[in-house]
């Protein structure tokens, strides 16, 4: 079966600061993966997405980036970190052509500050 | 540009109520629609709407597709308290982009 994961769970970082956060997938090859962004109470906003290794869309011009270095490894990073970067990060593996359903990681808390 | 709309933002109804949720879009090449449940964490899935005009129906939940006024709705009938939550409407394209709205949240009293 498939599985994905997100780290870290929470993660406090001052405002400035470089970040990274990762999410790997296993059980599957070659899937579609999603970086979003949630603020409190409200939808998800796409940040990010990967059909491919190496192949990012980036869907909000800001101060964050994602990489992919591996089939099943998707990375979201800035280098200085703003207080509007705070939130909910969710990364989502889906099957591509078509998407049926995307499955969401555990999601990481950020609060820069 | 891509974009999904959800109303109402917020909602609270009685235990028993029915609400209907309401979601319309517009992307280009739009491939299916996605309805999610969020409670605390991460969203899970409700139903895939590829076809105007068939329900999907699962339990006291069912949606419907219409694909010429781009839109879908969900439906909740007898609401409990475990529905309350945010419910997120989400479009796919034909080149694998999901867009997300805004979400409705339902809060349901006894």
């Known amino acids: 079966s498939q599985t994905i994961h997100q780290w870290p769970a929470t993660l406090v970082q001052p405002v400035g600061s470089p970040l990274s956060l990762e999410c790997t997938v296993e059980?599957?090859?070659?899937?579609?993966l999603y970086w979003y962004r949630q603020a409190a109470g409200r939808g998800l906003q796409l940040l990010f997405y990967s059909v491919g290794i190496g192949q990012i869309s980036s869907e909000v011009p800001q101060n964050l980036s994602a990489s992919r270095p591996q089939d099943r490894q998707f990375i979201l990073s800035s280098k200085k970190l703003l207080l509007s970067d705070s939130g909910f990060y969710l990364c989502a593996w889906a099957r591509g052509a078509p998407i049926n359903e995307q499955f969401f990681g555990p999601g990481t808390r950020l609060t820069v500050l | 540009e891509d974009k999904v709309v959800q109303s109402p933002l917020s909602l609270v109804v009685h235990e028993g109520d029915t609400v209907t949720l309401n979601c319309s879009y517009e992307?280009?090449?739009?491939?299916?629609l996605l309805w999610y449940k969020q409670e605390k964490k991460a969203p899970t899935f409700l139903f895939m709407l590829t076809s105007s005009g068939i329900e999907k129906k699962s339990g006291r939940l069912s949606s419907i597709l219409d694909k010429k006024e781009l839109f879908s709705i969900l439906n909740i009938t007898a609401t409990q308290t475990g529905d309350s939550a945010i419910y997120l409407c989400?479009?796919?394209?034909?080149?694998?982009?999901?867009?997300f709205g805004p979400g409705t949240s339902l809060s349901v009293i006894p």
């Open positions: 989400a479009v796919t394209t034909s080149y694998d982009k999901v867009i």
């Open positions: 059980g599957t090859s070659n899937p579609n």
């Open positions: 992307v280009t090449n739009f491939r299916s």
